[in-house]
């Protein structure tokens, strides 16, 4: 009976040991995934700045266009 409850034993680590590197694996992929969304949304963000400044920029030039007519 020793031998059935170290058998048993053995395979609830092993299970246990397993589920650990499932989840290890779960969430350096899930911080990898949140690297990746943060660095896309920095590059959006600077996309918006930049498309924006172009509006402004544009804004006051047709506004010294209609200024000056």
Same mark, same amino acid.
Request: glycine residues 2%; aromatic residues 4%.
């Given at each position: ?7 048993? *034993?053995?395979?609830?680590? !092993?299970? @246990?040991? +397993?589920?650990?590197? &499932? ?6 992929? *899930?911080?990898?995934?949140? !690297?990746? @969304?943060? +660095?896309?949304?920095? &590059? ?26």
């Amino acid at each position: 009976m020793d031998k059935n409850i170290g058998e048993q *034993l053995n395979k609830a680590y !092993e299970a @246990y040991r +397993q589920a650990c590197m &499932e989840r290890d694996h779960a969430v350096k992929e *899930l911080q990898q995934k949140t !690297e990746n @969304y943060m +660095q896309q949304i920095r &590059e959006q963000q600077e996309k918006i700045e930049l498309q924006n400044s172009i509006i402004a920029k544009l804004k006051s030039q047709l506004a010294a266009l209609n200024a000056n007519r």
